[in-house]
């Protein structure tokens, strides 16, 4: 009788503990998964002056969402984002270089992770200016709307986000 009971006790106990197993395990490899997902993303180095405190809270927002990043303080971003095509109307606070792309001003990961994944046969990405919202450019809940633009390879643009 007491083999019954207990036969009877382990048939009421073994499928909550393995559907809890089976769940720890489908949480374990949605971790894993997530984990590869970052490393798969290539390496930012973001140009800067030492000073700018936006520059480093872009730097915060990049690393929150992924990016292992490099930042580079230099007296002047100009000479960068001229080697790497960004047309002086285009211009912000800090240049950015991934996998062969600029990336020019506050522009968001998402917007990032989208153009590295689509892979368009263009310079890179831009935020022109510092518009209010923009990732590190957070002021007190203040926004305005505001383009991520595309670089064309023979120096135009077109909207490539709107945010």
Known sequence: MIFRLFASLLLLIAPASLSACTEENAQTQEAHATAEAVSELPLITVHKTPTCGCCNAWIDHLRANGFEVEAVDVQSTTP???RLGVPDSMRSCHTG????YAIEGHIPADDI????????????LTVPGM??????ME???QTQPYSVFAIERDGTTSVFAQH
């Open 113 to 124: 992770k989208r153009l590295l994944d689509e892979r368009p046969d263009i310079v890179g």
């Open 131 to 136: 518009p209010l919202g923009s990732p590190g």
């Open 80 to 82: 960068v984002a001229s």
């Open 139 to 141: 002021a007190g809940g």
């Open 97 to 100: 270089e991934v996998a062969g």
